[in-house]
């Protein structure tokens, strides 16, 4: 987990409108923090802002008190679980869960354990041999989930 500090962000996209105007909000080390808002007021874009997927237009983003205008989303250390689940369809649900892990090469044992850890905690573990078509939209939520965490 990361602190996220947000300093009179500002994002356009077409260099007209502001989406997002002068954002001021910290999120603490390990606070759960929920964003609400009409369809279109920008939470997707700020998420996306933080985990790097967008340019910032102004302003200053911290992470872990570190300036990360311009740090790269796999420097960033954060997690996000995509609206539409973002799952490989040709992949099992163990190996959605596994893929980042297995990226960063970590060694299969501890992979094996987050895996099981992950899964009895989404409640995922009967479905892991399971491709994502065989599962319900909330299970492919979860095996998104489980992926993050
Ligand atoms: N890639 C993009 N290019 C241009 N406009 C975008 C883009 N993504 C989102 N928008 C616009 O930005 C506004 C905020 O969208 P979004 O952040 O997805 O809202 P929310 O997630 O709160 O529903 C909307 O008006 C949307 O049309
Ligand atoms: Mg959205």
């Not at 603490?28 to 939470?43: A, D, Q, T, W």
């Not at 910032?56 to 311009?70: Q, R, S, Y």
């Amino acid at each position: 987990m990361s602190k996220i500090e947000l300093h009179d962000l500002t994002k356009s996209y077409d260099g007209k409108v502001n989406i997002l105007e002068k954002i001021n909000l910290d999120v603490e080390e390990g606070e759960f923090y929920v964003l609400v808002g009409p369809s279109g007021c920008g939470k997707s874009t700020l998420l996306r802002v933080i985990a790097g997927l967008e340019k910032i237009t102004d302003g200053t983003l911290k992470i872990d008190g570190k300036i990360a205008n311009h740090m790269l989303p796999k420097d960033r250390n954060l997690s996000m679980v995509f609206q539409n689940y973002a799952l490989y369809p040709h992949m099992t649900v163990k190996d959605n869960i596994l893929f980042g892990l297995d990226v960063k090469k970590v060694p299969k044992e501890e992979q094996k354990r987050r895996l099981e850890e992950a899964a009895e905690m989404l409640g995922l573990t009967p479905y892991l041999k399971r491709k994502p078509r065989e599962l319900s939209g909330g299970q492919r939520q979860r095996v998104a989930l489980a992926r993050s965490v």
